[in-house]
């Protein structure tokens, strides 16, 4: 049995970037053939702007759903530290999480200072290519950008416990009873 993956056999957008990735790795280049560090800085700098709504986004569903209302999102920029590592981290901070004393819902695209290109991660998980070179690359990252914040949300119940949000709290109390 076959099928199509989609239309004029492409492969779903959300693997377009990893075979992008896979290609960069394989031509020793990052987007359209870029080879210097200075140029992929230039690439990983427009990335996180494209990246930037659809990271902020996220994190706002997240708010509204879950947090009812009651987080802040922040945005650091692109931040360089000494080393020459370059990063740029978006956050999800609220009153019982802060309480709690642990981190805040983390989405951040970083390009370490020996990597080949950049990448996203959350605070808690794992590391996904980025490579993000127009604002349609940046859309069909959003579903990866959800599953970072929530699998990082999960993390987070894990180091406090489910208390931590507000939707769970009230919802219990709103039907009455613990479930």
């Known amino acids: ?12 957008l959300y693997l377009r970037g990893l075979l992008r990735h896979f290609a960069d790795l394989r031509d020793g280049t990052h987007g359209d053939g870029a080879v210097s560090r200075a140029d992929k800085e230039q690439l990983f700098a427009a990335a996180v702007g494209y990246l930037d709504p659809f990271s902020r986004q996220t994190l706002a569903e997240m708010n509204e759903a879950l947090l009812l209302g009651s987080g802040t999102v922040t945005y650091s920029g692109i931040i360089r530290s000494p080393n020459g590592d370059s990063t740029a981290i978006w956050t999800l901070g609220w009153p019982e999480q802060a309480q709690a004393g642990i981190p805040p819902v983390t ?7 020996a990597f080949h ?20 690359d940046a859309a069909a990252e959003l579903p990866t950008l959800r599953a970072i914040a929530s699998a990082d949300l ?5 180091q406090s416990d489910y208390r931590i949000v507000p939707a769970i709290g009230h919802s219990l109390h709103a039907k009455g009873g613990n479930r």
């Open 1 to 12: 049995m076959t099928t199509k993956s989609c239309e004029n056999d492409q492969p779903p």
């Open 117 to 136: 290109h950049p990448h996203l991660r959350g605070g808690s998980v794992g590391v996904w290519p980025l490579n993000v070179f127009s604002t349609a």
């Open 107 to 113: 989405l951040e695209a970083f390009f370490g200072h």
């Open 154 to 158: 999960h993390n987070l119940v894990f």
